[in-house]
């Protein structure tokens, strides 16, 4: 366990910010275009998990966190943070794909979408632009962008505890915790998800 632990707190930091993506990307996922959609989140998904994927290298490298995150293979979705207007477009543009059952106490809404080559958005934002949840803190501070990378797991208190406090409840019923890693020249902040 204690190998466990060091390889979480080597990869801890949070000094700098997420990759910035363009605002023609974020509109390109309004277009009615399939086409434009989908070379819109391929940029955004690719822009998003470069940076997660060298460190997720790294987590397998140690068997404890290999395993825990190998369902068989890494699964990765990129959480897009967009004001509410924005919000709506894409999700009519997408015909409207359910909302995820996110936890009152969160203010947030979101929903997740699918294109070929298993690129996955998950599309966030604030229930209350001017409230104090994280997704509201993050667009008043950032912008739209990349807010999160999400890593399916298998157990997260397991891969998380004893560096991070205990999982909590997620959207759709799963047990998530969130921590900071920072690359060379940003910081990401990485979703453990487990449902």
Same mark, same amino acid.
């Given at each position: 366990? @204690?190998?466990?632990?060091? @390889?979480?707190?080597?990869?801890?930091?949070?000094?700098?910010?997420?990759?910035?993506?363009?605002?023609?990307?974020?509109?390109?996922?309004?277009s009615?275009?399939?086409?434009?959609?989908?070379?819109?989140?391929?940029?955004?998904?690719?822009? @998003?998990?470069?940076?997660?994927?060298?460190?997720?290298?790294k987590?397998?490298?140690?068997?404890?966190?290999?395993?825990?995150?190998?369902?068989?293979?890494l699964?990765?979705?990129?959480?897009? @943070?967009?004001?509410?207007?924005?919000?709506?477009?894409?999700?009519?543009?997408?015909?409207?794909?359910?909302?995820?059952?996110?936890?009152?106490?969160?203010?947030?809404?979101?929903?997740?979408?699918?294109?070929?080559?298993?690129?996955?958005?998950?599309?966030?934002?604030?229930?209350?632009?001017?409230?104090?949840?994280?997704?509201?803190?993050?667009?008043?501070?950032?912008?739209?962008?990349?807010?999160?990378?999400?890593?399916?797991?298998?157990?997260?208190?397991?891969?998380?505890?004893?560096?991070?406090?205990?999982?909590r409840?997620?959207?759709?019923?799963?047990?998530?915790?969130?921590?900071?890693?920072?690359?060379?020249?940003?910081?990401?902040?990485?979703?453990?998800?487990?449902?």
């Amino acid at each position: 366990m @204690a190998r466990l632990v060091r @390889a979480w707190a080597t990869l801890r930091y949070n000094q700098l910010a997420m990759a910035a993506i363009s605002a023609r990307l974020v509109d390109a996922l309004c277009s009615t275009d399939d086409a434009i959609r989908a070379d819109a989140a391929a940029q955004i998904y690719n822009t @998003a998990i470069a940076p997660a994927l060298l460190i997720a290298e790294k987590w397998r490298q140690n068997t404890q966190l290999a395993e825990l995150l190998a369902v068989p293979s890494l699964q990765v979705t990129a959480g897009l @943070a967009v004001f509410p207007a924005v919000f709506a477009k894409i999700r009519a543009a997408a015909n409207h794909p359910a909302l995820a059952e996110v936890p009152p106490d969160q203010d947030a809404m979101e929903f997740e979408i699918h294109f070929p080559n298993g690129i996955s958005l998950d599309i966030l934002t604030t229930k209350d632009p001017a409230g104090s949840g994280a997704i509201a803190r993050y667009l008043n501070k950032f912008g739209e962008g990349i807010q999160q990378v999400e890593f399916r797991c298998r157990d997260v208190d397991a891969a998380t505890t004893p560096i991070y406090p205990v999982s909590r409840s997620g959207a759709n019923n799963t047990r998530i915790n969130f921590f900071l890693i920072a690359t060379e020249n940003e910081k990401l902040l990485i979703e453990l998800y487990e449902g």
